[in-house]
């Protein structure tokens, strides 16, 4: 049973930048497709980023393209995600997911729904 466990969360000021870890144990991650989500208060769950079971493939919500990068490590069994330029609307309890998929598959999804295997969740605040 592969297991998700999320750290690197924190407060942090406009403009920073926060790293988000999310280690895997009980499985092979190279064998899962991995997405970031993130809830705030009184928000539904929201698909951030996700990578391909390789890294060859990712995506982001609009909102995060071009101040958030997904990267994996597959020796390390270990996912992250670089929050750059951090905004007080990316506020919110971040969590990682895990779809088992081809290793040679290309796939990626935002849909939470399409997720087997959820983490705890780390929370990330941005106020000055």
């Known amino acids: 049973q592969l297991q998700l466990v999320e750290s690197g969360g924190g407060l942090v000021q406009p403009g920073g930048s926060l790293r988000l870890s999310c280690a895997a144990s009980g499985s092979t991650l190279e064998d899962y497709v991995i997405g970031w989500f993130r809830q705030a208060p009184g928000k539904e769950r929201e698909g951030v980023s996700s990578?391909?079971?390789?890294?060859?493939?990712?995506n982001y919500v609009d909102s995060v393209k071009g101040r958030f990068t997904i990267s994996r490590d597959n020796t390390k069994n270990t996912i992250y995600l670089q929050m750059d330029s951090l905004k007080p609307e990316d506020a919110a309890v971040y969590f990682c997911a895990a779809l088992r998929k081809s290793r040679r598959s290309d796939y990626t999804s935002l849909g939470q729904y399409d997720y087997e295997f959820w983490g705890q969740g780390t929370q990330v605040t941005v106020s000055s």
């Open positions: 990578i391909s079971t390789r890294g060859g493939t990712t």
